[in-house]
């Protein structure tokens, strides 16, 4: 099962979900869209998101469902028919794993794995390190959790 979020975004810029989107979303689903669960959250910034638990093979298989199951139940429901998906993509979750490992915010002032070429972790644009807590990275392996050197 994945979790793909869908951003919606009204057509109007003063557009605001429906209190029951949900019921409505529900309603739309068929059986072949293989959509186990939905999860609404209307006053995520910047844009409303639409949480969409589903089988697929893959990754990829996921995204396109949810992409379709979005389309076709925005288009498809009148009273969704004033909004669109702004961008389909299942969350990246590494940020959450790395907090537990590491701490919430990196204050011991520990540097964080940032992935292949980055040892040192992200920089902002104002040029500053970053530790590696939230950007790409590998996590350790368990030996070196359970087994420390």
Do not use: Q
């Amino acid at each position: 099962m994945y979790l793909v979020h869908a951003t919606l975004r009204p057509l109007a810029p003063d557009g605001s979900l429906p209190r029951d989107v949900r019921d409505l979303l529900l309603a739309a689903i068929r059986p072949e869209d293989r959509v186990e669960h939905l999860v609404v959250h209307p006053d995520a910034v910047p844009r409303p998101v639409l949480g969409v638990y589903l089988l697929a093979d893959s990754l990829a298989e996921a995204e396109h469902r949810a992409a379709a199951f979005c389309r076709r139940a925005l288009a498809g429901t009148p009273r969704l028919s004033g909004w669109r998906t702004a961008g389909v993509a299942v969350p990246l979750v590494t940020p959450f794993y790395e907090r537990l490992l590491f701490g919430a915010d990196g204050a011991d002032g520990a540097r964080r794995p940032a992935g292949p070429g980055r040892p040192e972790g992200p920089r902002d644009t104002d040029g500053k390190d970053r530790p590696g807590l939230n950007g790409p990275g590998t996590l350790p392996s368990s030996r070196d959790l359970f087994h420390p050197p």
